[in-house]
């Protein structure tokens, strides 16, 4: 497994356009040897596993998960794993639009996060409006995810730090 994979092309961020898309590739990049069947992943998911066929094929032909093992099968299922820890999308495709999707499918995690947790105090967020060049904060986050995963606590819950850098929506 890479330790990180730049999307370039729009296919790949299609794959990634649903939710349950994005969920089954966090599964399967949870760990290096994280390795699921389609109905080990429908399992965890807790959706039925004919459902989840057609979109884990959509992350196979993306190139966003590969079969493990060669291809060796577990009976009649072949598992599955990612093809990277992180994955990033190139400046060109977000400049040209094609980005949509992913978007749409982080802000559908953040309201269903919100919906779950807010309740229980384990949903938290910041927003800070500031003169900053959009480069400058894309290092700044970059640097600010790999520090993230070096100080990783394998014995904590899981959790998602999901990160926009945009203009303002209006200019007051």
């Known amino acids: 497994m890479r330790e990180t994979m730049t999307l370039d092309r729009p296919e790949q961020l299609k794959a990634l356009g649903h939710p349950l898309r994005v969920r089954a590739l966090e599964m399967l990049g949870g760990d290096e040897d994280w390795q699921l069947t389609n109905r080990e992943l429908a399992q ?60 749409a499918a982080m802000i559908d995690q953040v309201q269903r996060a919100h919906a779950l947790y807010s309740d229980k105090g384990q949903f938290r967020s910041a927003q800070l409006e500031l003169r900053l060049s959009i480069d400058r904060a894309l290092e700044m986050m970059t640097a600010f995810l790999s520090a993230a995963r070096d100080v990783e606590d394998e014995q904590a819950d899981k959790i998602v730090l999901t990160m926009f850098a945009h203009p303002p929506a209006s200019q007051d």
């Open 44 to 103: 965890r998911l807790g959706v039925d596993p004919g459902h989840l066929h057609f979109h884990v094929r959509m992350l196979l032909k993306a190139g966003l998960i590969e079969l493990a093992n060669g291809g060796e099968s577990r009976g009649r299922e072949k598992p599955y794993r990612a093809v990277a820890r992180v994955f990033r999308v190139a400046p060109e495709l977000l400049a040209s639009g094609g980005a949509r999707d992913i978007q």
